[in-house]
C-alpha cells in the first residue's frame, strides 16, 4: 500500500491543496489586520456637565463602549455647564449637551454659530426645581424677595412659569444671577430666598431640609429638553460619525437598563451615592432612538417646543426682534436606525 504510485501522488495533492487554502487564510487574516490597524477609531470630543441625563456618553467611553463602535470619545468635563455654552460659541468644540433654552439663546446671539439639534437626551419632569428656604415656604411668599438663576439655563424659563403658577411674573422678584454651584451655599447663608437650579447642585440644600423644594417640572410635562447639538460644517461633512454617536447613545442607555454597576459609575463620576443619582433620574423621561423618530421628524415636537421656547424668552425680555431658530435634522437619526 505505501508503494502505491497512485496513493503517494493523491496524498501529495491533499497536502499541496491544503498548505494552499493555510496559505490564503494567512494572507486573508494578515491583509484583514492592515485594514483594522488603518482603520482606526474616530475621535470625538463630548463634553460633559454634572446632570444625570448628560452621563450615558461617559459610561460608553468608560465601558469601551465607543471603541466597539468605530469611535473613540473623549469625555471633557466642565464643572459650570455654562462654560460648555461658551466653549462651543467659540468654535473649541463641534457639538454639546445642552437645554434647548440654551440652544435658543445661543442662536439668538451668535446666529453664525447656530447648531443643528439631532437627539432628545431626555425631558425633565421633575429634574429641574424651584426651591425657596423653609422659612419662605411657598411661591406665594417669593414677591420681593432675592432669587438665585443662572441666565442661560432654564433658570428663568423655569422660575417664570411657577411664578405664572400662583399669578406672578419676574417683575414680582428680585432675580440674582450666579453660578448653580454657588446656589446652595447662599440658600443656606440666607444670601438669596431662592433658587432655580437642579441635580446634583439642589441635592445638599434640599436634603438637609435648609430649603423645601415649591415647584419642579413635572408641572410642565413637554416643555423641557435637554438635547445634543452639532456644529453644522462638522454635520455636513461627518454624517455617519454623528449617526455612530446615536447609535452608541442608545447602547449605553441599553447598558445601564441591564447592568446596576453602570448607574453606580455614572453616580461616582457626578460625586454622589447611587441612590440620589437613580432618585434624580426619575425626574427625567428618556426615549429610545425609535421613539424619536416623529418627535424629530420637520413639524414635530421638537420643533414646535423650540419655537414656544423662543416666544416665552422673548416675552422675558431674554430675546429681543427677530431671532434664528435651530435647525432640527432627523437624518443622523433616520441612518442610525438602518
Given at each position: 500500500m505505501a508503494g502505491d504510485p497512485r496513493l503517494t501522488l493523491t496524498f501529495g495533492k491533499t497536502r499541496v491543496k491544503g498548505l494552499r487554502r493555510r496559505i490564503a487564510a494567512a494572507a486573508a487574516a494578515f491583509l484583514?489586520?492592515?485594514l483594522v490597524a488603518c482603520r482606526r477609531p474616530t475621535e470625538v470630543t463630548v463634553p460633559i456637565a454634572s446632570w444625570p441625563g448628560y452621563e450615558y456618553f461617559h459610561l460608553a467611553h468608560a465601558r469601551q463602549l465607543d471603541q466597539a463602535a468605530g469611535l473613540s470619545l473623549t469625555p471633557l468635563v466642565y464643572p459650570d455647564p455654562q462654560d460648555?455654552?461658551?466653549a462651543f460659541e467659540q468654535g473649541r468644540i463641534s457639538l454639546a449637551q445642552l437645554t434647548t433654552v440654551e440652544v435658543?439663546?445661543?442662536?439668538s446671539r451668535l446666529p453664525q454659530r447656530c447648531p443643528v439639534?439631532?437627539?432628545?437626551?431626555d425631558e425633565s419632569r421633575g429634574g429641574d426645581k424651584l426651591a425657596v428656604r423653609r422659612s419662605i415656604g411657598s411661591i406665594d411668599g417669593l414677591r420681593g424677595q432675592r432669587v438665585g438663576v443662572t441666565p442661560t439655563t432654564?433658570?428663568?424659563?423655569v422660575l417664570s412659569r411657577a411664578l405664572a403658577s400662583r399669578g406672578m411674573t419676574l417683575a414680582d422678584v428680585r432675580i440674582v444671577p450666579m453660578p448653580l454651584a454657588d446656589m446652595g451655599r447662599r440658600?443656606?447663608?440666607?444670601e438669596i430666598e431662592a433658587a432655580a437650579f437642579f441635580p446634583p447642585f439642589s441635592d445638599a440644600v434640599l436634603a438637609d431640609g435648609t430649603a423645601v423644594e415649591v415647584f419642579n417640572s413635572s408641572r410642565i410635562p413637554g416643555e423641557i429638553f435637554d438635547v445634543l447639538v452639532v456644529d453644522r460644517a462638522f454635520y455636513r461633512a461627518n454624517p455617519a460619525t454623528v449617526a455612530a454617536l446615536l447609535r452608541l447613545w442608545q447602547q449605553a442607555h441599553d447598558l445601564a437598563r441591564r447592568d446596576p454597576s453602570a448607574l453606580a459609575l455614572m453616580a461616582e463620576r457626578e460625586g454622589v451615592s447611587p441612590a440620589v443619582f437613580r432618585e434624580s433620574e426619575r425626574g427625567l423621561v428618556y426615549r429610545s432612538l425609535q421613539q424619536q423618530k416623529p418627535l424629530l421628524a420637520p413639524g414635530g415636537l421638537l420643533q414646535r417646543n423650540l419655537a414656544a421656547v423662543q416666544t416665552v424668552q422673548k416675552q422675558l425680555g431674554m430675546i429681543s426682534g427677530s431671532a434664528v431658530l435651530p435647525a432640527v435634522s432627523d437624518t443622523a437619526l433616520r441612518q442610525a436606525l438602518q
Open positions: 484583514g489586520l492592515g460648555i455654552v461658551k435658543v439663546d445661543l442662536c439639534v439631532v437627539l432628545i437626551l432654564l433658570g428663568p424659563y440658600l443656606a447663608s440666607g
